[in-house]
């Protein structure tokens, strides 16, 4: 089954270090998003992108960045974790080719950071 | 998220029917979604009205908009256990993005 699938499901960092998350999916989805999720907020657009190459900033984007070399993965990168992104990260992706046009998005597990 | 506004908390007997309400602020979008979220998991469609629709109704789900209000409503029927989630709210803000709410919290109880 086709399926996304997100790693490290857990993972916990210092300030100041390097992160990646990762993001895989096996449906051909060329829409693939990132959100983080944190009490009383929901879930917040980090990034999205709409197919190879293109890449685009949600509404929280600083500190964060990605990157789409093919259809498949959209690793999120924090260039210096910070404590305020401690959150629960989670990527989606879309297919707008589907023919429904319901912009359903298919979500991972989830990716727990804490950021000490 | 902070366009879409929704209550935290909901608690609910098993057997009665449980309402969740959501408020929105883009009138043009096309799609209104309802999201689940079982503990420790992504979230997951529930069910999706087209904004030209007052009602859409699937099983125990009951899914009601005004567009004039800009309000959406989730009403399931004799709710269950396994209902326990916690419920997004979700507008589409343009062909391919979504913006949620702060999703409602519901825990059934016996």
């Known amino acids: 089954d086709a399926e996304i699938t997100q790693s490290p499901r857990h993972k916990i960092t210092e300030t100041g270090r390097q992160v990646t998350l990762a993001c895989h999916q096996t449906?051909?989805?060329?829409?693939m998003f990132w959100y983080r999720q944190d009490l009383g907020h929901g879930l917040r657009l980090i990034h999205y992108?709409?197919?190879?190459?293109?890449?685009n900033k949600g509404e929280v984007s600083d500190g964060y960045s990605v990157s789409r070399s093919n259809t498949e993965d959209l690793p999120l990168t924090l260039e210096s974790a910070a404590s305020s992104q401690t959150s629960v990260y989670f990527c989606?992706?879309?297919?707008?080719?589907?023919?429904?046009?319901?912009?359903?998005?298919?979500f991972g597990e989830g990716s727990r950071l804490t950021v000490l | 998220g902070e366009d879409v506004e929704q209550s935290l908390f909901l608690s609910v007997r098993e057997g009665d029917s449980s309402v969740i309400n959501c408020t929105y602020t883009d009138s043009s979008s096309t799609y209104l979604y309802w999201y689940k979220q079982e503990p420790g998991a992504g979230l997951q469609l529930l069910t999706y009205?087209?904004?030209?629709?007052d009602m859409k109704q699937d099983q125990r789900l009951t899914v009601l908009l005004n567009k004039k209000d800009k309000h959406l409503s989730l009403r399931i029927a004799d709710t269950q256990t396994g209902d326990s989630a916690i419920y997004f709210c979700a507008e589409s803000i343009d062909d391919y993005k979504l913006s949620f709410g702060a999703g409602t919290t519901v825990t059934v109880r016996a």
């Open positions: 009205i087209f904004s030209n629709m």
């Open positions: 449906w051909n989805h060329n829409n």
């Open positions: 989606a992706s879309s297919d707008p080719t589907s023919g429904r046009r319901t912009g359903e998005l298919f």
């Open positions: 992108s709409y197919g190879v190459q293109d890449t």
